[in-house]
């Protein structure tokens, strides 16, 4: 299944709150852009295509798919065991490069992979060990791939740009390491943990990088795990841009200019509460979250897509969401 490059979609009726509900009229809709999932039910990372297709769902079937991954179904993973490297998948983001969309991808069982989606064939791939619990992932401009994994309590950058199973790396100790985001503006590598957030310098070489820390910003309250960009409004003070952070609690923004956090209400106080994954659409600012509902088999996962201002959910019969993302090229 081949990937439409640049993808944007109208999100028809993911303003309605039930998912029989009545969708708006196409013409008052504004454009909008699709949706990554990733889904432990299914083992596979699903772009999801339109609101239209999503409000038609009516089963595993049926789901809206534009492209879909799974490092089960690719032979060239075989030597990093996925069937248990790839347990669990954790992230699911969009970066381009040079004209090419990869997806960047990890798996609670230790697999971390950036593919290729014009050819879904691996750009770089690696197992880093049932026990470190990689839960994001990012691609640096270098090509270099770095990944935070939670139990491991690390941040490593790989040498990508060496090769696909280019095995030595740099390490930044971060307990709970949870999230990780490349600022291109400042040329700085953010990462998230249990209690701070930390901005890494990269130095040394692709072939040999170096990680620094060069600011360490306590958390307002502990449990850190998501680190997105504010897409849609630039930071109020340059260089850089500001950054969502989640905790157990709560949704924050955060300003490195000011090194300053701000408390972000979604309605009442539940809906801000353990979010795995968080994000504004660009253009319209329209956030995505995704977060336990409880209702499945396991206690982080979701069947339920949330939107807020103005606020929505739909829910995918049959899945066990844990991140959704817009399907954006950064």
């Known amino acids: 299944m081949t990937v439409v490059r640049g993808l944007r979609v109208a999100l028809v009726g993911l303003l309605t709150l039930a998912l029989g509900g009545p969708a708006p009229a196409a013409a008052a809709s504004p454009p909008g852009w699709a949706v990554v999932v990733v889904d432990q039910a299914s083992r596979r990372v699903l772009v999801l295509q339109s609101a239209e297709e ?20 690719d032979a060239r993973l075989a030597d990093l065991a996925p069937a248990r490297s790839w347990s669990n998948p954790s992230e699911a983001k969009s970066r381009v490069r040079q004209g090419r969309r990869f997806l960047l991808t990890t798996a609670s069982g230790g697999l971390a ?19 470190a619990n990689p839960h994001s992932v990012e691609l640096l401009p ?35 390491a949870h999230g990780v985001h490349w600022d291109a503006a400042t040329r700085l590598l953010w990462a998230v943990g249990d209690d701070v957030l930390t901005a890494l310098r990269v130095g040394g070489t692709a072939a040999a990088p170096v990680l620094t820390a060069v600011r360490t910003t306590p958390l307002p309250e502990p449990g850190g795990h998501d680190l997105a960009p504010v897409r849609a409004t630039p930071a109020p003070s340059a260089p850089g841009g500001r950054f969502w952070v989640s905790t157990a609690a709560h949704l924050w923004r955060y300003d490195p200019a000011t090194d300053r956090f701000d408390q972000v209400r979604l309605g009442d106080e539940e809906a801000g509460r353990d979010l795995k994954s968080v994000g504004d659409e660009p253009g319209t600012g329209r956030l995505l979250t995704a977060a336990p509902d409880h209702a499945g088999p396991c206690d982080w996962c979701t069947s339920v897509l949330t939107l807020h201002r103005p606020d929505g959910t739909r829910t995918l019969r049959g899945t066990h969401l844990y991140k959704a993302r817009w399907w954006t090229g950064r």
Not at 64 to 72: E, I, L, N
Not at 148 to 174: E, F, I, K
Request: glycine share 14%; charged share 15%; proline share 8%.
């Open 142 to 176: 270098d090509g270099n791939v770095a990944v935070a994994a939670s139990t491991g309590g690390w941040v490593r950058l790989y040498p990508a740009s060496q090769g696909p199973r280019s095995g030595t790396w740099a390490t930044y100790p971060l307990g709970g």
């Open 113 to 131: 992979a950036v593919v290729d989606t014009a050819t879904g064939e691996p750009y770089w791939a690696t197992d880093t060990g049932g026990a």
């Open 54 to 73: 999503l409000m038609a769902y009516q089963g595993p079937d049926r789901l809206p798919v534009v492209w879909s991954w799974s490092a089960d179904r």
